[in-house]
């Protein structure tokens, strides 16, 4: 058990609509990462949120947008969902800040599975 | 942007064998993770290293700085190492955001 929640771990809906995914960090990880995971592109990074505050954007879609709450929970939505949006969905946690220094160990969440029909 | 090749793609090995698993990068870093992403899809990191060699039971991280390569082995592999063995890294640069990702190697061990 890595320590980081994510919910739902299932969804299913239908184009056009508009989904959140939740994630819960680590206790005490200040850094909450997303990662999206299609069957094409493999892994990527989308958003990195620390403190609350945006760090860093990946590839992540204007139709797609994060936030991380006070409590550091951080929940990404997606919105005008098409079929290739269909993926895994990834967060991960860390404590420490990046900017120009590694990257502190990742602990990842279970995924949440979306299936786009 | 970084460039991450892994190989192999697949890997079928019997259990018992020594297994290896090669990450090259085109860009200098300051750090490389290596992940386990099990059949069910969830994922965990094995270790982060930035030089050396790091050893955690049975698996053993190794990178080396200057040829832009890290290795990954596990030694007595058992039917419970099956899974896709992901490395990655930091972009250009030295930052820490955003790791690019390999596509993977698929191990399987057979009993």
């Known amino acids: 058990d890595s320590g980081v929640t994510q919910t739902p771990k299932h969804l299913i809906t239908a184009t056009g609509q508009r989904v959140t995914l939740r994630c819960s960090p680590r206790?005490?990880?200040?850094?909450v990462y997303w990662y999206q995971q299609s069957l094409d592109q493999g892994l990527q990074f989308l958003i990195h949120?620390?403190?609350?505050?945006?760090?860093a954007k990946g590839n992540i879609l204007e139709r797609f947008s994060a936030q991380q709450f006070p409590d550091l929970h951080s929940e990404l939505n997606l919105s005008s969902l098409e079929l290739g949006d269909s993926a895994l969905y990834f967060c991960?946690?860390?404590?420490?800040?990046?900017?120009?220094?590694?990257?502190?160990?990742?602990?990842f969440g279970e995924g949440s599975r979306l299936t786009v029909l | 942007k970084n460039e991450v090749e892994q190989s192999p793609q697949n890997l079928t090995a019997q259990e018992g064998e020594f297994i290896t698993i090669n990450c090259s990068y085109s860009v200098g870093i300051s750090a490389l993770h290596w992940l386990q992403q099990h059949p069910g899809g969830g994922i965990v990191s094995l270790f982060m290293l930035s030089s050396g060699k790091k050893k955690h039971g049975r698996l053993i991280a190794t990178i080396n700085i200057q040829e832009k390569h890290s290795s990954l082995h596990i030694t007595a592999s058992h039917p419970r190492d099956s899974a896709v063995y992901i490395c990655?890294?930091?972009?250009?640069?030295?930052?820490?955001?955003?790791?690019?990702f390999g596509k993977g190697t698929h191990l399987i061990i057979q009993p």
């Open positions: 949120y620390y403190n609350g505050e945006e760090r």
């Open positions: 990655a890294v930091p972009p250009s640069g030295g930052g820490a955001d955003g790791l690019t």
């Open positions: 206790s005490g990880d200040l850094s």
């Open positions: 991960a946690s860390s404590h420490k800040k990046t900017s120009d220094r590694p990257t502190g160990e990742l602990f």
